[in-house]
Antibody
Framework: QVQLQESGPGLVNPSETLSLTCTVSGGSISSYYWSWIRQPPGKGPEWIGHIYYSGTTNYNPSLKSRVSISVDTSKNQFSLKLSSVTAADTAVYYC???????????????WGQGTLVTVSS | DIVMTQSPDSLAVSLGERATINCKSSQSVLYSSNNKNYLAWYQQKPGQPPKVLIYWASTRESGVPDRFSGSGSGTDFTLTISSLQAEDVAVYYCQHYYTTPPTFGQGTELEIK
C-alpha cells in the first residue's frame, strides 16, 4: 500500500520561501508522476505541479514563476519550494500520486494527509 | 485553463434517497483518439484528503461501493449516489485531467435532510 507523508514548517513569513517534502513509502518513486496540490480553507483543490522520477517537471502557469519541484529517488522523496509567499498562499498542502504512469494528465489515487501552511508574520 | 463548474453548491437528501451532483467543463474533456472522458470524481470528508471515487467519468475505483456511479460525456457529467447512507456526508469534487493544469470544481456539499 503506497503511503505519502508531507513534512515541513507550518508557519512561513510573508515574502519568504515555503518548503515542503513528501516521503513515499510502500512503493518506489521511480515511476508515475508525483504532484503537489493545495487547498485553501473552504475552497476546492488547486494543482501546483508535478515531477516525474526522471526529473521532468510541469507547473501550473498561475504559479510557475514561484514554484520549483525536485525529486530525490535515493530517499524516495520529492519536494516543493514556493517563493515570495503571501497570505493568499495559506492552505493545506497535499502531495499525491498521479494514477496514470503515462502522459502528464492524471487523476490522483494516493494522497498524503496534508499539512496546513499558514503565511503570517 | 478548463473551468469546472459544479451544481448545486450544496444538497440535502434523505437517507436511502438518490443524490445527484452535476459537473460541467468549459470545453470537452473527451479525447477522440481513445474515446475516453478525462474526468474524475472525489469525496472529501472533514480533515481528510480527497478520495477518488470515479475515473474515466464512469469507472469506479476499487473498493468504492456500487451505489456510486458516474455518467456523462464531453462537457456534462453526473455523479449519482443511488441510496444515500450516513457515511456519504462529505464534499464532492469533479476534476478534469484532459490537459495540464488539471482543475477541480468548486465542490458540492452533501448533507442529510
Amino acid at each position: 500500500q503506497v503511503q505519502l507523508q508531507e513534512s515541513g514548517p507550518g508557519l512561513v513569513n510573508p515574502s519568504e520561501t515555503l518548503s515542503l517534502t513528501c516521503t513515499v513509502s510502500g512503493g518506489s518513486i521511480s515511476s508515475y508522476y508525483w504532484s503537489w496540490i493545495r487547498q485553501p480553507p473552504g475552497k476546492g483543490p488547486e494543482w501546483i505541479g508535478h515531477i516525474y522520477y526522471s526529473g521532468t517537471t510541469n507547473y501550473n502557469p498561475s504559479l510557475k514563476s514561484r514554484v520549483s519541484i525536485s525529486v530525490d529517488t535515493s530517499k524516495n522523496q520529492f519536494s516543493l519550494k514556493l517563493s515570495s509567499v503571501t497570505a493568499a498562499d495559506t492552505a493545506v498542502y497535499y502531495c499525491a500520486r498521479g494514477a496514470l504512469a503515462y502522459g502528464s494528465g492524471s487523476y490522483f489515487d494516493y494522497w498524503g494527509q496534508g499539512t496546513l501552511v499558514t503565511v503570517s508574520s | 485553463d478548463i473551468v469546472m463548474t459544479q451544481s448545486p453548491d450544496s444538497l440535502a437528501v434523505s437517507l436511502g434517497e438518490r443524490a445527484t451532483i452535476n459537473c460541467k467543463s468549459s470545453q470537452s474533456v473527451l479525447y477522440s483518439s481513445n474515446n475516453k472522458n478525462y474526468l474524475a470524481w472525489y469525496q472529501q470528508k472533514p480533515g481528510q484528503p480527497p478520495k477518488v471515487l470515479i475515473y474515466w467519468a464512469s469507472t469506479r475505483e476499487s473498493g468504492v461501493p456500487d451505489r456510486f456511479s458516474g455518467s456523462g460525456s464531453g462537457t456534462d457529467f453526473t455523479l449519482t449516489i443511488s441510496s444515500l447512507q450516513a457515511e456519504d456526508v462529505a464534499v464532492y469534487y469533479c476534476q478534469h485531467y484532459y490537459t495540464t493544469p488539471p482543475t477541480f470544481g468548486q465542490g458540492t456539499e452533501l448533507e442529510i435532510k
